[in-house]
């Protein structure tokens, strides 16, 4: 398990394990559950990128049932992208790129008004130089948005393990909202959590702890803002 764990930076595991696992899968959530918080946060009009796609049906759901024109997807495996670039060949609105998402330099800077990760930084933070590639990540990230524009971190990461990351990485301004993790199976008409409503964020995080309780069953999703003026290197 440390040996797979150490590798999920590396594209050689990803070519692996889509070659032997080749149908669709979706990390933490699926669209239908995340459409009211990307409803919510990215307007119809925008380029959205998609940072470590995968196989994943996230983005045909965006288009086919959010309505959305332009998602670019990168992922670090050739093989899945070779997939995805036959399967979506002839959907104009869906783009498939071999890329790694710590270093996007084909992408011009502010070339997107929305980043879309579910699983991608947690995967980076699995491997072997995890903060070292999860800051040039994040700078990426922040590079290639528009002003204002958004980078939405779904994510199991609770705020007193990611706060510190995001906030010593670039300028953003974060709002915290949670998912139950079983809204990923089945869609409860009574969720324990209003998704579109923000969970109290102070400096430590602590407050998301004291509101949710300790250890809560949800995926965190940090919509973090970019604010170029805040950013005295830019």
């Not at 996007?104 to 980076?124: H, N, P, Q, R």
């Not at 969970?199 to 309780?213: C, K, Q, V």
């Amino acid at each position: 398990m440390s040996t797979g764990t150490q590798a999920y930076g590396e594209s050689w595991y990803w070519d692996n394990r889509y070659t032997n696992e080749p149908g669709p899968f979706d990390w933490y959530q699926k669209y239908i559950t995340l459409a009211p918080i990307i409803n919510l946060y990215v307007p119809l009009h925008q380029s959205i990128l998609v940072v470590g796609s995968g196989n994943s049906a996230f983005s045909e759901g965006m288009v086919d049932e959010g309505g959305y024109k332009d998602v670019v997807n990168i992922d670090i495996s050739s093989v899945v992208i070779d997939a995805m670039q036959k399967k979506y060949q002839d959907r104009p609105e869906l783009k498939y790129l071999k890329m790694d998402v710590r270093d996007m330099s084909a992408f011009e800077s502010e070339s997107f008004g929305s980043v879309i990760d579910k699983g991608t930084l947690d995967s980076i933070l699995c491997g072997n130089n995890s903060r070292q590639n999860a800051t040039k990540m994040l700078e990426e990230i922040w590079r290639v948005l528009k002003n204002k524009g958004v980078y939405i971190l779904v994510t199991y990461g609770a705020p007193q393990y990611r706060l510190r990351l995001l906030r010593e990485s670039c300028s953003w301004t974060i709002k915290l909202h949670v998912i139950e993790k079983l809204a990923a199976e089945e869609k409860s008409d009574d969720p324990l959590w209003e998704l579109t409503k923000p969970i109290p964020l102070n400096n430590d995080g602590s407050s998301a702890e004291e509101t949710l309780g300790p250890n809560p069953d949800v995926h965190y999703i940090y919509i973090c803002t970019k604010e170029i003026s805040a950013n005295t290197n830019v």
